[in-house]
């Protein structure tokens, strides 16, 4: 079970995924000149991803749980398929330890990074102890406290606001937010009733409060030996309930300084775990504070990958392959150039009007917007039925331009283009979004999208 | 064939309160995949435009070279009269418990419901492929040692009135 | 009639064209931020371009002379839709210098150069003197020459091959190819009975004869002050009885020193008459010589200006719009840089087996390509009706990668993906063009496809 | 209306035959326009899915804002049982030969085929307005100085007899 045992091999990729991810990795095969072959759900035997490659393999019923997470049938379509590769895709098992060993075991090489870093990153207190290995900063907090004397101690070094939290439970009982010390003894005292009324544990400790944060993230891609290159961040802080809606390359209206340290943070993360794939490293950037800490590292392709490809000219799922393959990274950090800016709005089927109820169905009519500067991924086509099973993700409306505010016109002309018809999508919603003077002037942060007025038709 | 919705839910509800292991039923516009045990779940899925198991006729060919290897096989079951078996999962299908025995069942065997009809391995863990009713082998589909896809017809039979 | 009378305005413009242009514009205009009022034929009164413009005004019957060639119908329905600046797209009027003067008289700004360089440009003659004035280099030719004798003398300069051609007449007769000097009797002696027979004129001359060319052309733009930028070369050899089908940027596999003089030569040709808009001058390569010569400007957006776009990142109908407004140009030439490689493919509503014969109709299912690297600018959509009236382009689809080959590959990955029902098209066609050995290894040149066996299924 | 191929050529013949200057035949699946004079020209075209002059019933809005001006226009004529005259092209619509005259036509006023209406005016040029059949003017549809698009309706006559 060595890893080092044989030169890995990518020939023939097994896709073991679905949607427009599916179809995405069929492309980049094709790009690098490997055979693609795609492991399906009966739900999705004749989607576009299966029809594009060279060859679809059933794996199971449409329910994820006996199809796309199953790793034995994920292998064993790898095997039924002549493939030596597997790409996971993102979700379902793109993160799982389990079918990396199951590669090494059976002979295959998993396109993503390996099962060491996978466990490393999966479980969240190691993942932070290699953060602060490598010296990246960390969401500063304390341990339990024992009054609010302590507490006051501890809040006048983290500075003001802090969030006391109860150090058992959750779902927001007995935390409260202080924003000076003279608040402090009464806070402190709820807080110890709710969480004894509520955890029966009168624990409590402090967190430092983000009042507004951005989510900006960074792309990296290592080749294992510790050289690791980033490829810029990205902003994603317009979420939903804390899904990603609007992401965008380079993260804007970031002071010069701080934009390097996130960066320089990522790369010296990945490159002190030898990573050996393309992944992001997620930190929050507290907006008022001008300081950001370290979030969580995905190891694997992200969703909201294409603004970088369209700000960097590079295809980051071919040179996931190539990496996969034992290829050397093909440039030098200064190789890398980052240029004009790019947006990505997420259409999902989800009807804004009844809760983003999922809505699935027949899509009767579909004409994604095209020309200039716009890009479109998506697995879907006139006739497509999307299946009910899944992610409500159909389509990734991507505009680059030379700089933020004609991506952004660029995006708005795109999405008014974009026809959908038989189902209800977010089309019109997220077009709404770009059009927010907030997110003009990049005054949004990851609760902004929550705490604003619905819009009104 | 055409099911109201509620004729669909009243179906659904009956094959639940039985003790059937497995139902599937397939229609050119959905399936529905019933199983107990390890992988529970009840489906109700659409069934993709090239299907590939329509009762009624055999599939169209998909549009583009790369069709599912299902889409191309034998002819469809139920015109002939006959109950098919599929593979529970992808996996290697052997027809026998090891190698050298007697196979689980031959043409002309006599089957009854909940007999071992040959085995599935994916990964060294082999589950069995089970009859769903009775009847007598009248075609066996795939070889011993073929791969094959889940939902994959391995076995017709005639079913016994 | 002075162009300089006033201050050029572009707030809103008409969109005086149809098809993929009418759409490619209006998008422009909304780059830019400008509005957009679209032209049109009652054919095309529902078009995707009307329906994505402001306004669409309906200025004639579907007849092109009776619609889009009309000037005053043109100049007409910019007044009645408001605006300041009429964008002619290409073909119709985008090279009438009739409707450019039509623009300074009703004060317009006409969206492309002044009609003094659409007259110069407009007639061969003038086009090659100003070429030779640039110190461009022109096809080698004579004069009339008076027998064989003078004949010979002049061959032994120009170089063999060379083809003798009547002074007056056309249509290949008294045409030959001459490739030594011992052959030129009696060819000299034929041509003349022929060209007596044919034209009732004996006069003869001779040009170099270039058995092999190569169609290279160079993006230019200029402020009008003399300030002159590229933006690379394309490659436009692939074509069908003068059509081009397939185009590349930049021109692959030209020795450097060439490709320098090809770009210089156009730059000077267009700063020498203080060019004012986006244009591009095509050029004539000889390979086996190794040299080459003018052979137009083309003084208008060409329809293969997209691959340009994705190797520069450059919008060149944005920036035409600019320049038309009188913004100075926006880059150093050091500024543009020229990466990776762009190939397009145009796909025709033409049936391959019924000798190209257009096929106009109802398309009934429309997929095209997406993704990363891919590009396709079309105005159609599944329902919509390809009228006969008019060209039958309906897609390019493009495709960007960092090397030729990466981009053939996608390329053709994306034509595999193209779906268009209801309506024969070339896009089998045009992807196995792509697969041919001398594409790959750029054999190929301006007659190439034409004596190429006719593919089979 | 259902016409077929042949039915289409024997038309555009008779009436290309006849001395009639311009005819207009818009159905829901194509439009024929034939016109005598400048702009001679026999269009065969099809029709746009949200016309502008569907004959059967008022256009449908356009499925997005920028829908053409025609298409927001008055009820068809046609169900009225009025003969329509359309603008023969863009520009400026005049009601009379010069300002402060008598215009052509008025409400009540009886038409003559071949009279003129109208004029149509684009860059300094004056295209006169013909009708095209007789009858009395029952609706003027646009106003002295008003732009017309080309094909939009000016004037609507009662037909006589």
């Known amino acids: 079970m060595s890893s080092t045992a044989a030169p890995p091999r990518v020939s023939r990729v097994l896709i073991a995924n679905r949607g427009e991810i599916a179809l995405r990795v069929v492309r980049a095969c094709r790009t690098v000149g490997v055979g693609a072959v795609v492991a399906t759900s009966t739900a999705d035997l004749d989607s576009l991803a299966a029809r594009s490659a060279d060859r679809a393999l059933c794996i199971g019923p449409p329910s994820a749980a006996a199809s796309y997470l199953k790793v034995a049938a994920v292998v064993t379509a790898a095997q039924m398929g002549g493939c030596d590769a597997i790409h996971p895709g993102y979700g379902f098992l793109a993160e799982s330890p389990e079918l990396a060993d199951a590669c090494v075991e059976e002979g295959l090489t998993f396109v993503g990074p390996s099962a060491r870093l996978l466990r490393l990153f999966g479980s969240k207190v190691s993942a932070r102890e290699a953060a602060r290995a490598a010296g990246v900063p960390l969401s500063a907090g304390t341990e339990e406290l024992a009054d609010a004397q302590a507490a006051r101690a501890a809040a006048d070094e983290l500075g003001y606001p802090v969030l006391i939290k109860p150090v058992r439970g959750g779902g927001g009982k007995g935390m409260r937010v202080v924003s000076a010390a003279e608040e402090m003894e009464a806070a402190f005292a709820l807080a110890r009733q709710e969480a004894i009324a509520a955890f029966g544990d009168s624990a409590l400790y402090l967190e430092r409060w983000v009042a507004r944060a951005r989510h900006v993230e960074v792309q990296v891609a290592g080749d294992g030996t510790g050289t690791v290159l980033h490829f810029g961040d990205r902003d994603c802080s317009v979420q939903r309930r804390q899904q990603k809606l609007v992401e965008e390359a380079p993260a804007p209206a970031l002071p010069a300084a701080l934009q390097d340290a996130i960066r320089e943070s990522a790369v010296a993360l990945c490159s002190s775990v030898r990573y050996n794939s393309v992944g992001t490293v997620e930190f929050l950037v507290d907006v008022d504070r001008g300081d950001y800490f370290f979030l969580e590292v995905n190891p694997r392709i992200q969703v909201e990958h294409g603004v970088t490809e369209l700000v960097t000219g590079i295809d980051l799922v071919a040179l996931q392959l190539r990496l996969a393959a034992g290829e050397p990274l093909p440039w030098t950090q200064d190789e890398v150039r980052i240029e004009g800016a790019a947006i990505e709005c997420r259409v999902n089927a989800e009807d804004p009007d009844l809760g983003f109820r999922p809505s699935p169905g027949r899509i009767t009519g579909w004409h994604p917007p095209t020309g200039a500067g716009v890009r479109v991924d998506s697995h879907c086509e006139q006739g497509y039925l999307v299946p009910p099973f899944y992610d409500s993700l159909i389509a990734k409306v991507m505009a680059v331009a030379a700089d933020r505010e004609a991506a952004i016109t660029r995006l708005e002309g795109a999405l008014a283009e974009f026809r959908c018809e038989g189902i209800a999508t977010t089309t019109t919603l997220v077009g709404r979004i770009l059009a927010e003077p907030d997110f003009h002037a990049v005054r949004h942060h990851t609760k902004w999208l929550d705490t604003l007025p619905q819009p009104k038709e | ?161």
């Open chain 2, 1 to 161: 064939m055409h099911l109201a919705e509620k004729d669909l839910a009243a179906l659904i509800r009956a094959v639940q309160d039985s003790d059937v292991t497995r139902f599937d039923l397939v229609t050119p516009d959905f399936e529905i995949h019933i199983a107990r045990g390890d992988d529970a779940d009840t489906d109700v899925a659409p069934l993709p435009q090239s299907s590939t198991a329509s009762p009624e006729a055999p599939a169209a060919p998909a549009p583009v070279a790369a069709a599912p290897a299902l889409a191309a096989a034998v002819p469809a079951a139920a015109a002939e009269g006959l109950v098919e078996i599929t593979a529970p999962m992808i996996g290697i299908f052997y027809t026998a418990p090891e190698p050298g025995a007697d196979p689980f069942v031959a043409l002309g065997s006599t089957v009854e419901a909940g007999m071992t009809v040959g085995l599935v391995e994916a990964m060294k863990l082999f589950t069995a492929v089970e009859a769903g009713a009775g009847g007598i082998v009248e075609q066996m589909l795939v070889s011993n040692g073929d791969y094959v896809e889940f939902g994959q017809p391995l076995v017709r039979l005639r079913p016994t009135a």
